[in-house]
C-alpha cells in the first residue's frame, strides 16, 4: 500500500482491528473533523506487545476486513506499515517511519483512554509527544475527565500546560489533546463472541465486513 501524499494535518489510529467495527470508523471520522485532518490511517497493528495472550485472528485476515472497512471512504486509509515491518508493533517507531515519509505534515496519534492510561509501559513514550500531537478520546466504559489526562510520566520534564490553548504542550510544540467521541459503543470482544455464537453482527461491523466473518468462519474455534 501506497501511502497518502503529505497532508498537512495526519491522523493515526492504531489498533488489532479485530474485527475493526463501525465504532472504529466513527472514531476516525470524528477525530478528523474536530482536528480539521485531511486523512487518518488506521494502522493494523500486526504483532501487539500488549496483547501477548490475545490470539488474533491472522494478520492477513484482520488486513482484509480492515481494507473491506475503509474502501471508498475519503477521509480513512487502511495501513499496512507495522505488518510489513518485522517484530512487534511499537508505536513511536511507526510514528517515525510516517514522519519520514511526511516530512510536512503535523501528526495526530489518536489513542483511547483505556490505552493512554497504559502509556507508561510503552516503548519509548517519551518519544510520542516528541514525534505527534496526542489525541485522547473517551471509550465505552471508561470515564475520562480532561484534567487528569497528563503526558507520559517520561515526558513531563519536556511539556507545560498552556492556558492559551487549554491544554499541554510539548517543547516540540505538539498538543495533548482530549475528544469526547459521540454515538457508537461497541467493542471487538463483543462483536467476537457474537460470532462465535452465530449471531449476526452487520450492524456493529457493516454488511461487508460481516460477511467476511461469516464466509471465513472467523472466531469460531480453530478458524479465528
Given at each position: 500500500?501506497?501511502?497518502?501524499?503529505?497532508?498537512?494535518?495526519?491522523?493515526?489510529?492504531?489498533?488489532?482491528?479485530?474485527?475493526?467495527?463501525?465504532?472504529?470508523?466513527?472514531?476516525?471520522?470524528?477525530?478528523?473533523?474536530?482536528?480539521?485532518?485531511?486523512?487518518?490511517?488506521?494502522?493494523?497493528?500486526?504483532?501487539?506487545?500488549?496483547?501477548?495472550?490475545?490470539?488474533?485472528?491472522?494478520?492477513?485476515?484482520?488486513?482484509?476486513?480492515?481494507?473491506?472497512?475503509?474502501?471508498?471512504?475519503?477521509?480513512?486509509?487502511?495501513?499496512?506499515?507495522?505488518?510489513?515491518?518485522?517484530?512487534?508493533?511499537?508505536?513511536?517507531?511507526?510514528?517515525?517511519?510516517?514522519?519520514?515519509?511526511?516530512?510536512?505534515?503535523?501528526?495526530?496519534?489518536?489513542?483511547?483512554?483505556?490505552?493512554?492510561?497504559?502509556?507508561?509501559?510503552?516503548?519509548?513514550?517519551?518519544?510520542?509527544l516528541d514525534r505527534a500531537n496526542?489525541?485522547?478520546?473517551?471509550?465505552?466504559?471508561?470515564?475520562?475527565?480532561?484534567?487528569?489526562?497528563?503526558?507520559?510520566?517520561?515526558?513531563?520534564?519536556?511539556?507545560?500546560?498552556?492556558?492559551?490553548?487549554?491544554?499541554?504542550?510539548?517543547?516540540?510544540?505538539?498538543?495533548?489533546?482530549?475528544?469526547?467521541?459521540?454515538?457508537?459503543?461497541?467493542?471487538?470482544?463483543?462483536?467476537?463472541?457474537?460470532?462465535?455464537?452465530g449471531s449476526d453482527v452487520t450492524?456493529?461491523?457493516?454488511?461487508?465486513?460481516?460477511?467476511?466473518?461469516?464466509?471465513?468462519?472467523?472466531?469460531?474455534?480453530s478458524a479465528s
Open positions: 500500500m501506497s501511502l497518502p501524499s503529505p497532508a498537512r494535518r495526519l491522523g493515526v489510529l492504531g489498533g488489532t482491528f479485530d474485527p475493526v467495527h463501525l465504532g472504529h470508523l466513527a472514531s476516525a471520522t470524528q477525530v478528523a473533523r474536530a482536528e480539521r485532518l485531511e486523512r487518518v490511517l488506521l494502522v493494523l497493528s500486526a504483532r501487539p506487545p500488549h496483547k501477548p495472550t490475545h490470539r488474533p485472528a491472522s494478520i492477513e485476515h484482520r488486513w482484509a476486513m480492515l481494507e473491506i472497512a475503509t474502501r471508498g471512504r475519503s477521509e480513512i486509509t487502511a495501513c499496512d506499515l507495522e505488518v510489513r515491518r518485522a517484530g512487534p508493533s511499537f508505536t513511536v517507531d511507526t510514528l517515525a517511519e510516517i514522519g519520514l515519509a511526511h516530512p510536512d505534515a503535523e501528526l495526530f496519534l489518536i489513542v483511547g483512554i483505556d490505552a493512554y492510561r497504559e502509556i507508561d509501559t510503552w516503548h519509548r513514550p517519551d518519544l510520542l496526542l489525541v485522547v478520546t473517551t471509550r465505552p466504559g471508561h470515564e475520562m475527565d480532561p484534567a487528569d489526562v497528563l503526558p507520559p510520566v517520561a515526558a513531563r520534564k519536556d511539556c507545560c500546560y498552556d492556558p492559551a490553548i487549554g491544554c499541554q504542550r510539548h517543547k516540540s510544540g505538539h498538543k495533548l489533546l482530549t475528544h469526547r467521541l459521540d454515538g457508537l459503543h461497541l467493542s471487538s470482544t463483543e462483536i467476537r463472541q457474537r460470532a462465535a455464537a450492524a456493529m461491523t457493516g454488511a461487508e465486513v460481516a460477511r467476511y466473518i461469516r464466509e471465513n468462519r472467523l472466531y469460531q474455534g
